[in-house]
């Protein structure tokens, strides 16, 4: 997920469409500002999300005669889970180094001091041939001692080079990558934030995974470097083990493979059919994510190496970063619906999407009304079957993503002890039904200008 932002933007900014949304799918080569014409009116659509969800809770509670449809939605959802559970993932590619195409590496850096020697050290370093990748670091506006540093740095390795974007320049990461994108010569684009920590094999790992033509992007497996520190890293542990789980499977059943920022590689072709990143949302991976799905790409995942990275490591920083994950991802099903709603992902990626948009955002945000509706009609919640199927793919996904990651590391862990580290996550987990809730409501009410509040990286 998005870890790396520092603007400000306004939540409902308008787009200026220059053409019909439906008329230009009827394209192979489509438009890029076709992508961009989805985000006006936010505000009116996740409005009209929550009225219809509230609704339709007040009648399932009015007439519990239809309470079937609850249970056949329950049904419908758990063949898809059935499949996720039972999909074996996809071999890992062996290494190779029979072809080495240019890589450009980017980072957009702001006030990393803390980080950034350490991060170039690693990306200079890497166990390919140094004239076939370079790395570009976009300075956007640091006021501590990271421009200093860089320009050090860049007289010590040839690979990397260094962009200074001046303060106030706009766009957060994604204007510091949109702006470096013209310079950089890479035909793939490797993107990470400052914190990353990578091994010396990551491209011929990675770029294997390329020579299917119709592989747009790789994700590699996020890590938490520092996660023995307390609970709340403890728990982001066992959340991207889950997520990995989730990425693997769903990607084995022709589901939808997602971007994560951190260590995100895009193949240039596919990005500039999109209109490279997009400055009007708050979470550039999860948005490219479907702009390349729309556009007919695979995404693909990456499961060793894994980029490290450092956890939050209090409530109040993992409250802004997961409030900020969770607006960013629901934005883009709310600005390309249409496009979505054709089906213009292709069949089993729209059954895919449309599944874990039930239940990471429609759930929580209809279990508060089913809660409330519950209480005033005085019997039992209907969404139970629902949320209990969730609640055990949950549990399921977070335990075997776990035990995979162990065995990749030839680590014997014992079974109890990661069905303990399981009950822990998933007690950790539990944020996410207040933090999914509480977005979804606050966009459809809220016409406010969000602040992003920036990681701060310690260095571990």
Known sequence: ????????????????????LLSETESDEINPSFFFQGAEGRRIKAALVLVLIWIGILALHWFPESNWLILGLTGLLGIQALRILLARPRPTLPASTASTPLVSLLVAAKNEEAVIGNLVQGLCNLDYPSDRYELWVIDDGSTDRTPILLDQLAQEYPQLKVLHRVAGAGGGKSGALNEVLALAQGEFLGVFDADAQVSREMLTQVLPLFEREKVGAVQMRKAIANYPTNFWTWGQRAEMALDTYFQENRTAIGGIGELRGNGQFVRRQALQRCGGWNEET???????????HIDGWDIEFLRTPAVQEEGVTTVVALWHQRNRWAEGGYQRYLDYWRLIAR???????????????????????AAVADLVMAIAFNHA?????????AFF??????????????????????????????????????????????????MSVFPKTLKWVKTVHQGT
């Open 343 to 365: 089906n213009q992902m292709g069949t089993l990626k729209t059954i895919d999407l449309l599944g874990f948009l039930i239940m990471q955002y429609l759930l929580p945000t």
């Open 282 to 292: 708050i979470t550039d991976d999860l948005d490219l994510t479907f702009r390349l």
């Open 393 to 442: 793919l949950s549990l399921v996904g977070m335990f075997s993503g776990l035990r995979r990651i162990d065995r990749d590391q030839n680590q014997s862990v014992p079974f109890w002890v990661t069905l303990w580290q399981t009950l822990h996550g998933y007690v950790y987990m539990l944020h996410w039904l207040i933090v999914m809730g509480s977005t979804t409501a606050r």
């Open 381 to 389: 919640p209907v969404l139970t079957p629902v949320a209990s199927l």
């Open 1 to 20: 997920m998005p870890d790396n932002s520092w603007s400000e933007i306004e939540s409902d900014k308008q787009f200026n469409p220059i053409s019909s």
